[in-house]
């Protein structure tokens, strides 16, 4: 990792597993002091001692990205904490039974937009308050492949995380001039507890998602820390808006 962020403040949502906790790793080992929101305590704590063990402090809070008054809570405790906030990922999010759009569930559907669409809206609200306040800041969401494609049986998943481009888009040209940089990444298919369930009762259908993936492999949850941490950097200070995709080459077909 050839960022240093010392000195820095970063935030990430979803850190307990998987890409968030990856990236939080990441930017602790690049010199960050790291605020590691999830929703268990004790997951989340655990998360943060693994993390800590390489760089400075790691502050593990419990939050629920969905409940916005939570999210607003748990910014204020890492400037409260930390110091500051510099840099964060908006990665939290979950997904929910493949259904095609006529017998998918509305609970589903509700569930999926509240923690993937509006818990990234609720962190980028409060971040941005503050990062305002310090004249500077890098917003990096979580989007997906399926921010820009579709996927059937996955319409609210695929909603979601389109929703996710509309606000990165949007909240990059409000704050452009204001010296914060919005963007997203966009990850293909990672080897994440997201892919467990496919794992274990579809093998097949993830043999097949596999073949799909041009380099031929899953992604590994470092590969999208790395991306991240190069959106946060100076080396993308002239980059905005954008969705960088993480895909081994899936969207380039
Ligand atoms: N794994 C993939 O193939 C893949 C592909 C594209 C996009 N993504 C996106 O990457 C992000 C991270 O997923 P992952 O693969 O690391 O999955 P993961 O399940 O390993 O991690 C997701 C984390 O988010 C947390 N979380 C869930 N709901 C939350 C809430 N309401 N508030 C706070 N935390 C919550 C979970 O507890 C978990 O620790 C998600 O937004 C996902 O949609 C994943």
Redesign the pocket.
Known sequence: MTENFAGKVALV??????????TAKAFAEAGAAVAM????EE??AR?ASVAQSSGPRCLPIA?????ESAVRDAIARTVHELGRLDMAFN?????VDRADTAEASGEDFDRVV???LR?VWSCMKYELQQMVRQGSGAIVN?????GVAGGPGLGA?HAA?HGVMGLTKTAGLEYAAKGIRVNAV??????????DSLEEEQPEMLEKIKAEVPIGR??K?EE?AAAVLFLCGPGASMIIGHGLAVDGGFLAR
């Open positions: 949502t979803g850190a307990a597993s998987g890409l968030g906790l990856a929101l999830d929703l268990d997951s989340i998360a939050c629920d990205v969905s409940d990665n939290a999010g979950i997904m509240a923690v993937n818990g979580c989007s997906s492949i399926g998943y995380k966009l990850p293909g298919v990672f080897d994440t507890s997201m892919n899953l992604g949850p999208v």
